[in-house]
């Protein structure tokens, strides 16, 4: 090893003094994404867990492993219902990840890899209740229980805004509500990544943007990034003091300081992701069967030092390799969400270079379930799966059941009834069976306000509604508030505001991409009167046609009364049109307190029509 080297490796272990490696890095030119590069041949074609090989190592090998999740969601408890098995697997909640990562931790370690734990963002935010009354404190809490060591932020870590993440990350008792659980909060003991969330007024990172592991004394290091389109899908009143940066140009940045102190292996945890497509019909947890989505153009854009890639953000599990600046090969992950897959990827490095010489990568199932004899799962209910008691890590479920018991008086109060399961999946038109039910407690919630109709936004339905469900012990078809708030968890208030018959069309045609800025496809949910057409290959500000409210065309220069919750009344999700409203008013209570209003308000809630809305093309 080469004295200068060895300097740096020196220099390296100190990177605690982080204004140091900021001051370098402020000075270095940002490196934009590279231009066209050489067709790679198809990395997708054999549908087998990935495997990379890089280089025959020169001066020995060294062996280790990453686990890594995403998009956790503050799933403390296993996933119910349609969400409750990947791939016909029932798995998920975090004593049995826990026991998971124990295990694979323990496999790694008998062939002489040393593990790193590492998350790729959404950890927090839409939480179910067991985690959101606590303001997450909960999820870190588990989060340092189980292991985690590193993890980049995702849009969700700013869903009460960027004073709440430091505090969520550094510790103490939260601004107005205290110490809920009266043991005080100590914060993260894991990294939090956020390269490319600059502070307005310093244009530094509000959060370490980098890590550095060794791994049996070669360095690996670790950059973390969320999506630079987090502000169009959070509450833009949370952030207002933050810019979100490219990146590729973050990473590549960030990546060129690590590789001036010496480090030739880097791991990009990016909140960021793309998806499976069929065929196959269902494929497989570690396949990259018909690969696409945004993370492609951002790995083609990497150095190539960056050879592992995890992702997040789209809630799809694959396991990829794509080409990165150089035309090689880069490992690309994603564990799908709400811990109930982990991939398990190992690695080996060159002692003399410090670069990867091979990666491979693959998802394991955090099964929870009990096996029948034919191989099939129990279940004590249609599609409610038995659970295993023997995969239980008791750590993790003594902390668990902590938080569980004190919420367990509000989550189980039952607060209505459903005649059927109400599911969230939209339907060819861009409307669901839960979307419409929520709109129409919306508009219920506020007719006493003169409102009309109200619209809700798709990705602010978190979950199904399960008829056999009975998480507290209630009754088939009964709902508790803790699931009505798995529905909507995010505390949204509620407000009408007026709108003319041109501004609502205007809002409506800004559901597609190429009008006023839209750059993602949103098909807003509609209470019941309101109907309209779409047709999406149209030119943009044309789309929509037959826009009616109770049978009677929408006049344009008509007022009308508009629900919707304040993230989409402040623009979020790319909805500017409807910022030009007027006479806001803010109903009492937030956004769950409608629905429960409305599943309590007599008989049975029966699934929406989904058939509000109609689809041309």
Request: proline residues 7%; contains cysteine; negative net charge.
């Amino acid at each position: 090893m080469t004295p200068p080297r060895s300097r740096g490796r020196a220099l390296l272990r100190h990177l605690a003094a982080p204004a140091l490696a900021l001051a370098v890095v402020a000075s270095l030119p940002a490196t934009g994404r590279p231009g066209p590069q050489p067709a790679a041949t198809d990395p997708t074609a054999g549908l087998a867990p990935v495997a990379v090989s890089y280089a025959t190592p020169t001066g020995g090998e060294v062996k280790g492993n990453f686990l890594s999740y995403n998009d956790f969601h503050g799933a403390i408890d296993p996933p119910g219902g349609s969400g409750a098995a990947v791939n016909g697997t029932p798995a998920g909640g975090v004593e049995y990840l826990a026991t998971w990562l124990k295990k694979l931790r323990a496999d790694a370690a008998a062939e002489g890899r040393r593990t790193t734990t590492v998350g790729a963002g959404d950890l927090i935010g839409a939480t179910p209740l067991v985690s959101a009354a606590f303001h997450d404190e909960p999820t870190i809490e588990l989060m340092d229980e189980v292991g985690l060591e590193i993890s980049s932020v995702g849009n969700h870590e700013f869903d009460e805004g960027v004073a709440e993440l430091i505090r969520i990350n550094k510790g103490g008792c939260h601004p107005v509500d205290g110490c809920q659980d009266s043991d005080g909060f100590a914060g993260a003991k894991f990294t939090y990544l956020a390269a490319n969330t600059l502070d307005r007024k310093t244009g530094l990172p509000i959060l370490p943007p980098v890590d550095v592991k060794f791994v049996d004394g070669v360095p690996v290091g670790f950059v973390g990034v969320t999506l630079e389109g987090t502000p169009g899908i959070v509450n833009p009143a949370g952030i207002a003091s933050v810019r979100f940066a490219d990146e590729v140009r973050t990473a590549n940045k960030w990546g060129g300081l690590l590789k001036l102190f010496g480090i030739r292996a880097m791991v990009l945890l990016v909140h960021e992701g793309g998806a499976q497509s069929p065929p196959p019909t269902a494929p497989g947890v570690s396949d990259c069967a018909n690969f696409s989505g945004p993370i492609v153009d951002i790995v083609r854009g990497l150095r190539p030092e960056f050879g592992l890639v995890v992702s997040g953000h789209t809630h799809r599990f694959y396991s990829c390799s794509l080409p990165n600046s150089s035309g090689a090969q880069s490992v690309v992950t994603s564990a799908g969400s709400n811990g109930q897959l982990i991939t398990d990827i190992d690695y080996s490095l060159d002692r003399r270079t410090g670069r990867f010489t091979g990666i491979s990568a693959r998802n394991v199932v955090v099964e929870n379930g009990v096996r029948n004899p034919d191989g099939s799962w129990q279940q004590s209910a249609p599609g409610v799966y038995v659970r295993n008691p023997e995969l239980v890590d008791a750590g993790a479920k003594a902390l668990a059941d902590k938080y569980r018991a004190a919420v367990a008086p509000i989550a189980n109060r039952v607060v209505g009834r459903i005649s059927a399961d109400i599911v969230r999946d939209a339907r060819p038109n861009g409307e669901s069976p839960l979307g419409d039910v929520i709109a129409d407690a919306q508009l219920a919630y506020t007719k006493g306000d003169g409102a009309q109709l109200a619209l809700m936004n798709p990705g602010g339905v978190r979950a199904s509604l399960s008829y056999a469900a009975s998480a507290g012990g209630e009754a088939p078809g009964e709902v508790t508030y803790g699931e009505a708030f798995t529905v909507q968890p995010f505390n949204n208030l509620v407000v009408t505001q007026t709108l003319t018959g041109a501004q609502l069309k205007s809002v409506l045609e800004q559901q597609f991409v190429g009008y006023q800025g839209q750059t993602t496809q949103r098909i807003l949910q509609v209470s019941a009167g309101l109907t309209y057409s779409y047709d999406s290959t149209a030119p943009a500000g044309s789309r929509i046609s037959a826009l009616a409210l109770n049978g009677v065309p929408v006049e344009p220069a008509a007022g009308y009364r508009v629900t919707t919750n304040d993230f989409l009344a402040n623009g979020g999700d790319g909805f500017t049109a409807l910022t030009a409203g007027t006479g806001r008013t803010t109903a009492p209570g937030f956004d769950v307190d409608a629905l429960v209003a409305y599943l309590g308000a007599g008989a049975p809630v029966v699934p929406g029509p989904a058939d509000r809305i109609t689809r041309l093309g």
